[in-house]
């Protein structure tokens, strides 16, 4: 019995330290792509937008030919676009509540005459009908053409892509740190207002942007066959 015990204070300081040293080698482990597409999902769902979208671009970075990487990447879109709404509507709230604490002041009532909304300049004489045959690529190594707004939509037949597809077309062209070719160029999309079209800019996370229907050589991608 005293030889049991003997042995048994020996063996435990042993026995401790080899399970601190297992659990600090597996604390110290890298995550695998499955272990990064669960925080990601998690993060999402509890509207941690700034962790998911790191968590799905570890997974993408580091995992590129994984099996999950596709749907990495279209939750890694869809956390993008929730934390630009959330950034949006917490910068309205915020003016909202120092607007509340200000004085009020009563609006004079001046009589105005009603005029008919006026067109922009550009499109004042009807609509601009554009010329596909403006569309050129101007850039070495880079095959889709640049021109201005309306070429471009007559270029693309009426099929310009939407801003959602041109951010899912940043995402599987120009992964993070991709640099060159597509990624870092100005594309067109399908919406717009009077004389002003929205455009997504690839590598820079999707970033959009207004631009000037008639400002020339920003780059074309067709959402349908024609084109490109």
Same mark, same amino acid.
């Given at each position: 019995?005293?030889?049991?015990?003997?042995?048994?204070?020996?063996?435990?300081?042993?026995?401790? *330290?080899?399970?601190?040293?297992?659990?600090?080698a597996g604390k110290d482990a890298a995550p695998t792509a499955r272990q990064l597409y669960r925080r990601g999902r998690?993060?999402?769902?509890?509207?941690?937008?700034?962790?998911?979208?790191?968590?799905?671009?570890?997974?993408?970075?580091?995992?590129?030919?994984?099996?999950?990487? $596709? #749907?990495?990447?279209?939750?890694?879109?869809?956390?993008?676009?929730?934390?630009?709404?959330?950034?949006?509507?917490?910068?309205?709230?915020?003016?909202?509540?120092?607007?509340?604490?200000?004085?009020? #002041?009563?609006?004079?009532?001046?009589?105005?005459?009603?005029?008919?909304? #006026?067109?922009?300049? #550009?499109?004042?004489?009807? $609509?601009?009908?554009?010329?596909?045959?403006?569309?050129?690529? *101007?850039?070495?190594?880079?095959?889709? $053409?640049?021109?201005? *707004?309306?070429?471009?939509?007559?270029?693309?037949?009426?099929?310009?892509?939407?801003?959602?597809?041109?951010?899912?077309?940043?995402?599987?062209?120009?992964?993070?740190?991709?640099?060159?070719?597509?990624?870092?160029?100005?594309? *067109?999309?399908?919406?717009?207002?009077?004389?002003?079209?929205?455009?997504?800019?690839?590598?820079?996370?999707?970033?959009?942007?207004?631009?000037?229907?008639?400002? $020339?050589?920003?780059?074309?991608?067709?959402?349908?066959?024609?084109?490109?």
């Amino acid at each position: 019995m005293r030889i049991f015990i003997l042995l048994w204070l020996c063996l435990a300081p042993l026995l401790c *330290w080899a399970g601190d040293a297992v659990l600090a080698a597996g604390k110290d482990a890298a995550p695998t792509a499955r272990q990064l597409y669960r925080r990601g999902r998690a993060s999402l769902e509890a509207e941690k937008y700034t962790e998911a979208i790191r968590s799905f671009d570890g997974l993408i970075s580091k995992f590129p030919s994984d099996q999950l990487v $596709p #749907e990495a990447r279209k939750y890694r879109a869809i956390a993008a676009r929730a934390r630009k709404k959330a950034a949006a509507a917490a910068a309205i709230a915020g003016e909202r509540a120092q607007g509340e604490g200000q004085p009020q #002041e009563i609006p004079k009532l001046v009589p105005q005459t009603v005029r008919p909304a #006026e067109k922009p300049a #550009e499109e004042q004489a009807g $609509p601009v009908k554009g010329d596909p045959a403006k569309c050129k690529s *101007w850039y070495v190594n880079n095959n889709h $053409p640049s021109c201005n *707004w309306y070429d471009a939509l007559a270029y693309c037949e009426g099929r310009l892509p939407t801003v959602i597809q041109l951010q899912e077309r940043n995402l599987a062209e120009c992964p993070s740190g991709k640099k060159g070719g597509v990624c870092g160029r100005r594309y *067109w999309s399908s919406e717009g207002d009077g004389a002003r079209a929205k455009t997504v800019i690839f590598g820079n996370g999707g970033e959009i942007n207004s631009d000037i229907k008639s400002l $020339p050589r920003i780059f074309v991608q067709c959402a349908g066959p024609a084109g490109n």
